[in-house]
T-cell receptor, first 113, second 112 residues
Framework: DAGVIQSPRHEVTEMGQEVTLRCKPISGHNSLFWYRQTMMRGLELLIYFNNNVPIDDSGMPEDRFSAKMPNASFSTLKIQPSEPRDSAVYFC???????????FGSGTRLTVV | GQQLNQSPQSMFIQEGEDVSMNCTSSSIFNTWLWYKQDPGEGPVLLIALYKAGELTSNGRLTAQFGITRKDSFLNISASIPSDVGIYFCAGRSGGGADGLTFGKGTHLIIQP
């Protein structure tokens, strides 16, 4: 199994630009989660999907953030327009539910200058 | 929202020593999990706990789900250099597909 695949691994962009982060969950997993990690705030849940449907997006910081899951094998997290304070590592994770914990991807390190 | 207080924030220990870290919650959880994160990677699940009072081991790691359901601890016995990393506790109060709340992590540094 290839695990959870995230792309790109690193992204450097200028303030105001649109950023799209991508995630391919583990095949067969029906829950997908987007987290943001910073030194100050640790790991924060942004949004999660069950069976491709967004369940809880209360962690999405602002309207500049949006996430989609058009099918069971792909999800995107978009920031438009990006700001320097969005700089963080963004993780995608997937699970089969049932309390077995998640499998995390390797993350996308985003730097907005 | 839910908050997890994880301590200590960091630990500097000698190789071979035992390590203990814990998490407390402001609310009741029905699942506790412990993860380890290596530099440049995502967290990896170490141990999952599902029942109050449960004590579970995974090699040199032992974790317990507190009786009050508001705390958990992780012990590492006879630490080795590859134990270096950030350890996170995580909890869930809802169903199995709900999001996890993570602690801020414990940075473990081992001096040979």
């Amino acid at each position: 199994d290839a695990g959870v695949i995230q792309s790109p691994r690193h992204e450097v962009t200028e303030m105001g630009q649109e950023v799209t982060l991508r995630c391919k969950p583990i095949s067969g997993h029906n829950s997908l989660f987007w987290y943001r990690q910073t030194m100050m705030r640790g790991l924060e849940l942004l949004i999660y999907f069950n069976n491709n449907v967004p369940i809880d997006d209360s962690g999405m910081p602002e309207d500049r953030f949006s996430a989609k899951m058009p099918n069971a094998s792909f999800s995107t997290l978009k920031i438009q327009p990006s700001e320097p304070r969005d700089s963080a590592v963004y993780f995608c994770a997937s699970s089969l539910g049932g309390g077995d914990g998640y499998t995390f991807g390797s993350g996308t390190r985003l730097t907005v200058v | 929202g839910q908050q997890l207080n994880q301590s200590p924030q960091s630990m500097f220990i000698q190789e071979g020593e035992d390590v203990s870290m814990n998490c407390t919650s402001s609310s009741i959880f029905n699942t506790w999990l412990w993860y380890k994160q290596d530099p440049g990677e995502g967290p990896v699940l170490l141990i999952a706990l599902y029942k109050a009072g449960e004590l579970t081991s995974n090699g040199r790691l032992t974790a317990q789900f507190g009786i009050t359901r508001k705390d958990s601890f992780l012990n590492i016995s006879a630490s080795i250099p590859s134990d270096v990393g950030i350890y996170f506790c995580a909890g869930r109060s809802g169903g199995g597909a709900d999001g996890l709340t993570f602690g801020k992590g414990t940075h473990l540094i081992i001096q040979p």
